[in-house]
């Protein structure tokens, strides 16, 4: 009589504890594991006194689809759903440390340097996978995705290491935003041609007046909207309302950039040049900032859940070439275009390590668009990838040591001429 009464309470719950877990609770697991494991490697890093950039990338890697013996979460497409939502976030409040006044201070400067570096860059790149044998198109979208400068990346170290506020800083944003329109650009022509065998001037026309209109929409219709309006909320002193207000505002215009094909980190930042317009920047920035770090570590998560240790042998030598080609290209390139503008030594030094760095969404992006159009090899995308994990974990010790060593050196000129 006991036993049974024991086998009554006892069976429910052991079927409850047995039974397959539903869509929501694989989610709720999926995120405990991403998240434990991630504050585990956060702490790790500020204990090493290294980048969390680089814990982020080692928790995706122990926890992704390609760890050996299995992986620790099962829906690796909801990582990637968070890791959007924190390139939006992140973009959105590093654009409110960048106000439309300081953008038009080195939007021409910024132009010319993004239009030598890109092409620059892309010439390189395909002169030397030529040179090592790929196929035409394979080296045509290998160039285009080392082109990129992962805007995301390079912002997230400079906000660590505390130089958001710096003059190159200002610079290096106004390039990878413009280098970003130049590569959505190219990579309309490349896959017109590709799939076509033919250079349509109308879908490449098309493309660039889009890209063209929305930057021009977002600058002079709305920095005459948007700041009104967060003022207008701002008023009823009620933070939820504020935070629910922007975060509308940078969703709203990353979607419109994603419709026209624009990469949503450029919606999401033009977004927060908006907000910055406002008198409620500063209440903002400080409600955002949480929700942005958590959503921002996702993203970083996902980059090292897509590595693929195993694939690594069969193309390591190739990306590790081009990623060292296209650090050369890239540093070369902006520090020699940015002295021909007249800018300070230091400077042109700084935005050259701070815009050295090939990679990023936007490099998977391009790549992936040579696969769509059946252009490109099978290992182009994954080789990519890899580039895009090594330049990810090498950025943050370039631009910290790179900046710290171009400081030292203007000290040192500074000390020769008093002396």
């Not at 620059?120 to 082109?147: E, Y």
């Not at 190159?168 to 935003?177: D, N, P």
């Not at 701002?234 to 994603?258: M, P, Q, Y």
Request: proline letters at 3%.
């Amino acid at each position: 009589m006991e036993s049974d009464i024991i086998s009554q309470v006892s069976r429910p719950i052991l079927d409850k504890v047995f039974a397959t877990p539903s869509t929501s609770e694989l989610i709720v697991q999926d995120f405990a594991v991403i998240m434990i494991i991630a504050s585990i490697m956060a702490l790790i890093s500020y204990k090493l006194k290294q980048p969390m950039i680089m814990a982020y990338i080692i928790a995706g890697m122990l926890i992704g689809p390609h760890t050996p013996p299995f992986s620790l979460i099962v829906n690796v497409d909801i990582l990637h759903v968070f890791a959007e939502i924190g390139i939006i976030l992140l973009l959105f409040v590093i654009g409110m440390e960048f106000p439309i006044e300081k953008l038009k201070n080195i939007g021409k400067k910024a132009t010319f340097i993004a239009v030598v570096e890109a092409s620059g860059t892309f010439i390189a790149g395909f002169a030397v996978t030529q040179a090592m044998g790929f196929a035409f198109f394979d080296s045509l979208f290998l160039s285009l995705a080392i082109s990129v400068t992962s805007t995301v990346i390079i912002m997230r170290v400079l906000e660590e290491l505390g130089m958001l506020k710096d003059e190159a800083t200002y610079l290096v944003i106004g390039i990878a935003v413009i280098e970003d329109v130049i590569i959505i650009s190219l990579l309309a022509v490349l896959q017109s041609v590709a799939a076509t065998g033919n250079l349509s001037i109308t879908e490449v026309g098309v493309s660039i007046t889009l890209v063209i209109a929305f930057i021009v929409g977002a600058i002079i219709v709305g920095s005459k909207v948007i700041p009104r309006c967060v003022d207008l909320v701002g008023r009823t002193n009620h933070d939820e309302l504020l935070i629910i207000g922007v975060l509308g505002v940078a969703f709203g215009l990353a979607f419109i950039a994603f419709r026209l094909d624009i990469s949503v980190a450029t919606g999401a930042f033009f977004a927060g040049v908006l907000v910055a317009g406002s008198r409620m920047r500063m209440a903002t920035k400080v409600l955002a900032t949480p929700i942005r770090d958590m959503f921002a570590a996702l993203f970083f998560i996902s980059v090292g859940a897509l590595m693929d240790i195993k694939l690594l042998p069969m193309f390591i030598v190739p990306a590790v070439i081009l990623v060292l080609v296209s650090f050369v290209a890239k540093f070369s390139t902006v520090w020699a275009s940015a002295r021909a503008q007249k800018l300070g030594k230091v400077t042109s030094l700084k935005t050259g390590v701070g815009l050295s760095s090939s990679g990023g969404e936007l490099a998977l992006v391009a790549a992936k668009g040579g696969a769509d159009v059946g252009a490109t090899s099978s290992f182009v995308l994954p080789m990519v990838g890899a580039m895009t994990i090594i330049s990810t974990f090498i950025s943050p010790y370039v631009i910290k040591y790179g900046w710290k060593f171009t400081e030292r050196l203007a000290r040192k000129e500074v000390e020769g001429k008093d002396g």
